[in-house]
């Protein structure tokens, strides 16, 4: 039997994809979220190694150098984040279905590494407009990192074409019977996704 793919959920922040990856999880306990690296500040109530590895600046560059990473990216802000190897050999080593919620540019960096298959799925809001008004309800960033996110928004949505699957969020439930029914269908054919 063919390995089972590794499933990339990306879109723009304030779509909502990490409630639906939530869901997801709850429904398919087969798969297991990936935890990314990440060099950004933890925020209350977030705790290392459930979240995100917290990792420094130091860190990251000597993991980095030392191609522990799978893939990574840099923000215009500075932070940087990224998914370790040592992840998915994890979870992969476990019997489980890798899951990554990864930003669209590390998306696309992991939809062409050969060595691993990739199904790709990008999540958006329904408008730009809705896409706004959930980031800034959710009062995670400074007005800043808001304007930041919503410049990288524009540009993300321009890229949608280029994952397997786009799901609207517009009704949380629909949508997370629609990557169900994607992950399960993939799983079953396992080796005959393609690239788009």
Not at 23 to 47: D, F, K, N, W
Not at 71 to 80: L, M, T
Not at 137 to 146: H, M, P
């Amino acid at each position: 039997m063919p390995p089972s793919p590794v499933f990339v959920v990306t879109g723009t922040s304030g779509a909502g994809k990490g409630t639906i990856e939530r869901a997801l999880l709850e429904r398919m306990p087969e798969l297991e979220l990936a935890i990314s690296a990440t060099t950004r500040q933890r925020r209350e109530g977030e705790v290392d190694g459930r979240e995100y590895w917290f990792i420094s600046d130091e860190e990251f560059d000597r993991r980095l150098a030392a191609g522990e990473f799978l893939e990574h990216i840099v923000f215009e802000w500075g932070q940087r984040s990224g998914t370790l190897r040592s992840e998915i050999d994890r979870i992969l080593a476990a019997g489980r279905i890798p899951l990554l919620d990864l930003e669209t540019e590390g998306a696309l960096r992991l939809a062409g590494t050969r060595s691993v298959g990739a199904v790709t799925i990008f999540v958006k809001a329904p408008s730009f407009a809705e896409n706004e008004r959930r980031l800034r309800e959710r009062a995670t960033e400074s007005e800043g990192e808001i304007e930041d996110r919503l410049e990288l928004a524009r540009h993300q949505l321009e890229q949608e074409r280029l994952f397997h699957h786009v799901i609207e969020n517009d009704e949380l439930e629909h949508a997370v019977d629609e990557l169900e029914e994607i992950v399960r269908g993939a799983v079953a054919n396992a080796g005959t996704v393609s690239r788009p």
